[in-house]
């Protein structure tokens, strides 16, 4: 399938560390799209990035992707505890039903103050 | 981007009955989707719920259990029917403008708790 699969599944930081999440997934995507989830919430969308692209910046979150390899990543610098929570990312598969979005199994990211 | 409202953001519900789920947009558009996510889980597309058309559901969802309504641009439900434990998930709707400045950007709604006892 197409879903994309994040790694690590749990990362474990304290504050002001920096906090790298990776996705990689399987066939050809038009965009990739980070979310943030805070405990049984709904998704925050933090960035997209298209397959054109090979780097976004959005304050603090730096994304790249690399559609070679079919993987992208989130960088958080300077982390804070309000950054804790299940990180998705998700994509946009080429050729699939318009505006289907396949999501990994997210990252849980735990920032200790 | 899109401001969305979910109704009712959590429920406890008795096995058997049925929930209707209502997603609010704040603008118009003519893409909305509804996603489940279990506990511990991924989201999962339930289906696609396009205004003027009938909606579309993913393998493995069908509209007697998940029937959809998409009466205009800025509001659709999802009903989640005849309920059993296995129903207990997160439901989130979500939005994708087609124009703008969000073009592609897909947003979501704050989700309604479903617990089946």
């Known amino acids: 399938s197409q879903q994309g699969e994040e790694d690590p599944q749990a990362l474990s930081i304290q504050e002001g560390e920096n906090a790298t999440m990776n996705c990689s997934y399987k066939?050809?995507?038009?965009?990739l799209q980070w979310y943030r989830q805070n405990s049984g919430r709904g998704l925050v969308h933090l960035i997209l990035i298209r397959s054109n692209e090979r780097e976004k910046h959005s304050g603090r979150l730096r994304v790249t992707l690399d559609t070679s390899k079919k993987s992208s990543s989130l960088l958080i610098t300077a982390s804070r505890a309000a950054d804790t929570a299940s990180y998705f990312c998700a994509t946009d598969a080429r050729g699939s039903t318009l505006g289907r979005l396949y999501f990994g199994r997210g990252t849980q990211l735990t920032v200790w103050p | 981007s899109a401001v969305i409202s979910q109704k009712p953001s959590r429920d406890i519900c008795q096995r058997g009955t049925s929930l209707t789920i209502q997603c609010q947009v704040d603008?118009?558009?003519?893409?909305m989707f509804w996603y489940r996510q279990q506990p511990g889980q991924s989201l999962t597309l339930i289906a696609t719920a396009n205004q003027g058309s009938e909606a579309t559901y993913e393998s493995g969802f069908v509209i007697d259990k998940f029937p959809i309504s998409r009466p205009n641009l800025t509001f659709s439900t999802l009903t989640v029917s005849n309920m059993s434990p296995e129903d207990s998930s997160i439901y989130l709707c979500?939005?994708?403008?087609?124009?703008?400045?969000?073009?592609?950007?897909?947003?979501f709604g704050p989700g309604t708790r479903l617990t089946v006892l």
């Open positions: 979500s939005v994708e403008p087609t124009e703008g400045l969000f073009y592609n950007e897909q947003f």
């Open positions: 603008s118009q558009v003519t893409m």
């Open positions: 066939t050809s995507i038009n965009n």
